[in-house]
């Protein structure tokens, strides 16, 4: 068993994701961590662009400058105690 697996792996990693079928249909995919990453990583871009364009279609953004403006005041007033 233990050579199958690593068998399997090394196929992984050098081949990308791997479906296993049960009865001639897939059944499951074996995939390596950076291939199971990516989409996750890409979704919760998605999420937060999606956030972002509903907060400006409701009206909560603010331009970039006055963004920063604010966040330069909070900073110096952290500084000044």
Known sequence: METLCASMLEQV???GPLVITQNGEAAAALM????YE???????????LALGKKSIEEGKASPAEAAFAHL???REEKRNG
């Open 13 to 15: 990693n050098t081949s």
């Open 72 to 74: 330069r005041a909070k």
């Open 38 to 48: 990516n989409p996750h990583e890409s979704l919760a871009l998605l999420k937060i």
């Open 32 to 35: 390596g961590v950076k291939d």
